[in-house]
């Protein structure tokens, strides 16, 4: 099979979000990664998810969004991964290249984030 029909994919998860000083963007640091190799016209949301999920079997169930950048392009912004659109997108840019990281991000809302804070702050009052 030739080359220029399989995709690499790094999936990275583990790490958190930083911003990069002195610019409007975010950069993933940390973590650990897993490589992915399929043919690009196999690829779809769908599959990206459940590849996830096989990987990471602790999703599960879980909410998490994918975001991608294409290797050696500049400037390093990942962009977020919503729909089989997305996957085209992020397909058609790295044609050149077929090298994609996929940034594997959980989604905590609001609600999880203030009784986590209400936990930390009761455990705080208790101790003290």
Not at 58 to 69: A, I, M, S, T, V
Not at 95 to 109: G, P
Request: hydrophobic content about 35%.
């Amino acid at each position: 099979m030739d080359s220029s029909h399989i995709c690499s994919i790094i999936l990275k998860f583990g790490g958190y979000w930083s911003e990069v000083q002195g610019q409007a963007q975010m950069k993933y640091v940390g973590g650990s990664q897993k490589n992915l190799k399929l043919r690009r016209d196999e690829i779809t949301m769908l599959l990206l998810k459940e590849r996830v999920e096989t990987l990471f079997h602790w999703l599960r169930g879980q909410p998490f969004d994918l975001h991608y950048h294409v290797k050696g392009t500049s400037p390093k912004n990942y962009l977020l991964i919503s729909s089989d659109s997305d996957v085209v997108e992020m397909l058609e840019s790295s044609y050149e290249r077929n090298k994609i990281e996929v940034v594997v991000a959980m989604k905590y809302n609001e609600e999880d984030m203030s009784q986590s804070q209400d936990i930390h702050t009761e455990m705080h009052q208790f101790s003290s």
